[in-house]
């Protein structure tokens, strides 16, 4: 296939051109270029996709396929208005913060409410905080059904992405804290619900999905599995027997200022509860029936702590230092003893 992805640099979008390079097809990237590099073997070519008219060389192209992951709702529409009647296939990668209730567990793409789309002066997200991300992922979904057309279109809501090359703290931080050993302080119940999706095993995904032309709508998330689970499974990974794990009351942490999904002062991965007991459990079978193949997740961890190792500087230090961890399992230590 010729292959068209706009973006193609960074994480996601540079995982599907590698794999799509590995798999024999011809990968163009546009993109700016200031975010990373493209692979090698594919064709980059510079664009600034605030200016209307830049893809318009590529119209004529006969591209096969094209994988969108912007989340800027113009980048989107004029990606559309050059290039949609020129390519057979369309995947645009949305997220499953579109859902309008993250409280429920075990919902679908099918039968989950998502948000409204964003308002008509909001463009893309906003703040520190993404505010409106998930609103402006719901516009672009809506514009990608209405000029490409349910039939040509594949809408993948991901998940948290994990494994080599992540530019976050949340999965980082658990292969660091179960590297280094002694107590470590686990957030929650050993039964609270956890759930990613490797980067590689998506990117997989969103190629074949181009080569079959697989339409709708679909979760991109591996199945949920215990916050026990994980830990035990990270420490595999790592080649660590047995984790010295405590586990810490949800309401203390809150009183201790520990906070919930990455960040400084945070416990990656975990949610508030029930509040947040949805964004973490969805049901993943519609998208395994669909072709997503979910690799262990002894794989995911040796992966990505190659790459922590190899390019330590890229990892970001997010999450509850040292110190700081030291100090709530004291506390936690003293209220269970009183």
Not at 30 to 59: C, H, T
Not at 173 to 178: D, E, K, M, S, T
Not at 308 to 331: F, I, N, S, Y
């Amino acid at each position: 296939m010729r292959i068209l992805i706009l973006g193609g640099t960074r994480f996601l979008g540079r995982a599907v051109a590698q794999l799509a390079i590995e798999q024999g097809h011809n990968v163009t990237c546009a993109a700016r270029g200031v975010s990373g590099v493209a692979p090698a073997k594919a064709r980059f070519v510079p664009v600034d996709r605030d200016d209307p008219e830049a893809l318009v060389p590529l119209a004529d192209e006969g591209f096969d396929a094209v994988v969108d992951v912007t989340r800027q709702i113009s980048h989107a529409r004029y990606a559309l208005a050059t290039l949609a009647d020129h390519v057979g296939h369309w995947s645009f990668v949305s997220t499953i913060s579109v859902y309008a209730d993250n409280t429920t567990p075990g919902q679908t793409a099918a039968d989950a409410p998502v948000l409204a789309p964003a308002p008509p002066d909001v463009d893309g997200p906003v703040g520190p905080n993404n505010r409106w991300y998930g609103e402006c992922k719901v516009s672009i979904e809506q514009a990608v059904r209405e000029r490409v057309g349910v039939e040509r279109s594949f809408i993948c809501r991901a998940g948290l992405l994990v494994g080599a090359q992540d530019p976050s703290d949340r999965f980082p931080y658990w292969v660091r804290r179960l590297s280094a050993g002694g107590e470590v302080l686990a957030p929650g119940r050993p039964t609270d619900r956890v759930q990613f999706v490797d980067v590689a095993d998506l990117a997989g995904w969103l190629v074949r999905a181009a080569g079959t032309r697989l339409s709708g709508t679909y979760d991109g998330t591996g199945p949920a599995m215990s916050r026990a689970d994980l830990l035990a499974g990270v420490a595999a990974g790592l080649g660590v027997a047995e984790p010295d794990l405590t586990w810490v009351d949800q309401e203390f942490l809150l009183s201790q200022d520990v906070r919930e999904w990455s960040g400084e002062r945070a416990l990656p991965l975990w949610v508030r509860l029930p509040e947040s007991g949805g964004l973490m459990d969805r049901d993943a079978r519609p998208a395994l029936d669909a072709g997503l193949a979910v690799r262990p997740l002894a794989d995911t961890v040796r992966a990505t702590a190659s790459w922590m190792t190899a390019h330590p500087a890229a990892v970001r230090q997010g999450g509850l230092d040292p110190a700081g961890e030291a100090a709530v399992l004291r506390e936690w230590q003293a209220v269970r003893n009183r």
